[in-house]
């Protein structure tokens, strides 16, 4: 009996000797280290130097001073102790299936490209907006392609292809003669760039329709053609009424999503605005009632302003040099600056090239932002407008270096709270713990990855 003790203490010994190495491999965590030059805290504006990020899987475990943090031997070590590191960009307007709509391609997009190529195409302009450090995007419909966004969010999650983390609209919504493409013989059926919606009813089908497809967010246009007088103003045409767009938001936000409305100035804004929408994206003239009840009501805007630059002379041809859009959107932004609105920062990227969107910092800036309020817009606000329902609550994941955030970094070389342009040359991106650009170490990281 004793003898059978003991040979059963001896088996127990032998296997719990075979299994103690894989506890103590299993307890290890699998983390890497980020050494940091300068930090920018995005909540203080503080500028933080000699800082260490623990990076634990895809997440932010810790951030402190780099004396504080003890390196293992042989973890991997980011050195970015000559670059000043910020958060990833996010970026609440874009869209990643248009590659430039002049000189009628907009007409050959849904007219003579299919939805696979398209597809395609918005991988590539993904990634792009990723290696300009945008690891996060709304992107605000697919202008025809269906719910093709929902593809590319899908395979960027599993990994299949590099790019930021998506927020997808779908098709967004707008009424019978209001949206491209117009113009063709009522003999042609011809593509439409978004779901046409008729009625209360049609409305609150159609959310349904794009949420059961995977919509994470509704985009309306509550604008559609505009046209400037002979004494300079813009006269914008209303889309939808309010009946119809308080159907669309109430059912939006009863399965949990919000509503962000295109919209240029009275009075279709202003019904977007008395519907509840969530965001009034562009936003341009803004009448000073509308300013008040968006900031009563805690509507964001989203601006867009240098897409309008973009196409400034063509409206000074339609003006008679008399205003532009972009003449207009410059006096209405600045007049919600002043009264407070929160504004979110977004592009309209697409029109103009993908990756280059950065340059919008530059107008946030000479319109009257910070160059702090411009990042914190890129950023926490963004963050904040994208914020919706069960795992999609971004402000906790995203837009800012804070423990238990996904580990969403850039860097560049100079302080961009001098010098906003900076961020137009973005040399670091890591996206979930995964560095995807790498331009401070030769060869650039991203040439070594297949």
């Not at 997440?59 to 402190?64: L, N, W």
């Not at 190529?117 to 300009?132: G, H, P």
């Not at 670091?428 to 650009?437: A, R």
Request: a neutral charge; hydrophobic letters at 40%.
């Amino acid at each position: 009996m004793r003898r059978k003790a003991i040979l059963i203490c001896a088996v127990l010994t032998f296997v719990c000797l075979l299994l103690l190495p894989c506890a103590v491999f299993t307890q290890v965590p699998n983390q890497e280290y980020v050494r940091a030059g300068k930090l920018l805290d995005i909540h203080s504006g503080r500028v933080l130097t000699d800082m260490m990020i623990v990076i634990d899987g895809n997440r932010i475990a810790r951030v402190a001073k780099a004396d504080e943090i003890s390196v293992p031997a042989g973890a991997t070590v980011v050195d970015l102790s000559n670059a000043f590191v910020l958060p990833g960009l996010i970026d609440a307007h874009e869209h990643i299936f248009l590659t430039g709509e002049d000189n009628g391609r907009y007409d050959q997009q849904l007219l003579k490209e299919s939805w696979q190529y398209r597809t395609i195409e918005a991988t590539v302009n993904a990634r792009r907006d990723l290696d300009a450090g945008f690891t996060s995007m709304r992107d605000c419909e697919t202008e025809g392609a269906m719910y093709s966004d929902v593809d590319v969010q899908t395979a960027i999650n599993r990994h299949l292809i590099p790019g930021p983390r998506l927020w997808v609209a779908t098709r967004a919504m707008s009424v019978t003669g209001s949206y491209p493409l117009l113009g063709y013989s009522p003999e042609v059926t011809v593509p439409t760039g978004v779901q046409i919606v008729d009625g209360p009813w049609a409305a609150r089908k159609a959310v349904r329709e794009q949420i059961k497809y995977g919509a994470d967010f509704i985009k309306v246009y509550g604008t559609g053609g505009f046209r400037f007088t002979h004494d300079g103003k813009m006269i914008s045409t209303p889309t939808f009424t309010l009946d119809e767009l308080k159907a669309i938001v109430d059912e939006a936000h009863r399965w949990g999503r919000k509503v962000a409305c295109h919209a240029y100035g009275d009075p279709g804004l202003r019904n977007c605005v008395d519907a509840g929408v969530d965001s009034i994206e562009h936003g341009l003239d803004l009448s000073d009632y509308d300013i008040q009840q968006m900031k009563a009501k805690g509507t964001w805007l989203v601006p867009t302003l240098y897409v309008y630059k973009t196409i400034e002379a063509a409206d000074l041809t339609l003006s008679d040099g008399k205003v532009s859009r972009a003449s207009i959107h410059e006096v209405s932004f600045k007049k919600a600056l002043a009264a407070g609105i929160k504004i979110a920062f977004g592009t309209d990227a697409g029109p103009f090239p993908h990756g280059t969107q950065a340059i919008e910092f530059e107008y946030l800036v000479k319109y009257g932002m910070t160059p702090l309020q411009a990042i914190q817009a890129a950023t926490l606000n963004a963050a904040r407008v994208m914020n919706a329902y069960g795992q999609k609550n971004w402000s906790k994941t995203v837009g800012a270096i804070d423990p238990g955030k996904y580990a969403d970094i850039i860097a560049v070389s100079g302080n961009p709270l001098d010098d906003i342009k900076q961020l137009e040359q973005v040399k670091f991106v890591m996206k979930g713990g995964v560095v995807y650009k790498n331009d401070f170490v030769q060869p650039p990281v991203d040439k070594l990855m297949p």
